[in-house]
């Protein structure tokens, strides 16, 4: 079962120091020049936890255009396990959601995760229900 760990939880320091060595490994593949401090600190960070085995982590933030963009990182050989994280980090937000994929495997896990690719390594998630919205706003 997935567990959800953010900066402030007690347990979070038991992996703290793995979190940080997997994203000081993966860190030029993501494309983000900041310190894991922080990513814990000045984003919304969660990671993410199978039983007792880290996972990895996605943290969302607001861009300089005011678009709630998310960034992750994970172990290699985790696909279900990030659909999982990412599906459920994402029904926590009511707004559109961007990410910017680094790889294939970043792509994909994105669009099985309902994203829709923008341009090519731009997504966007709408987690807004505007269904029945069209018809209240013709009449």
Request: contains cysteine; proline residues 1%; positive net charge.
């Amino acid at each position: 079962m997935i567990r959800v760990l953010i900066p402030s939880d007690k347990e979070f320091l038991s992996y703290k120091d793995e979190c940080k060595k997997l994203y000081t490994r993966v860190q030029d593949k993501i494309c983000d020049p900041n310190s894991f401090e922080f990513i814990c600190t000045k984003t919304l960070f969660y990671m993410f936890i199978d039983d007792t085995v880290l996972v990895g982590a996605i943290y969302y933030f607001i861009d300089e255009d005011e678009k709630l963009f998310l960034n992750g990182f994970s172990k290699r050989k985790m696909f279900r396990q990030n659909l999982e994280c990412l599906k459920l980090s994402t029904t926590w937000f009511n707004c559109d959601i961007y990410a910017e994929a680094q790889n294939r495997a970043s792509a994909l896990c994105l669009l099985k995760c309902g994203f829709i690719r923008l341009n090519n390594n731009t997504f966007r998630k709408t987690t807004i229900d505007t269904s029945g919205l069209k018809g209240r706003l013709l009449s």
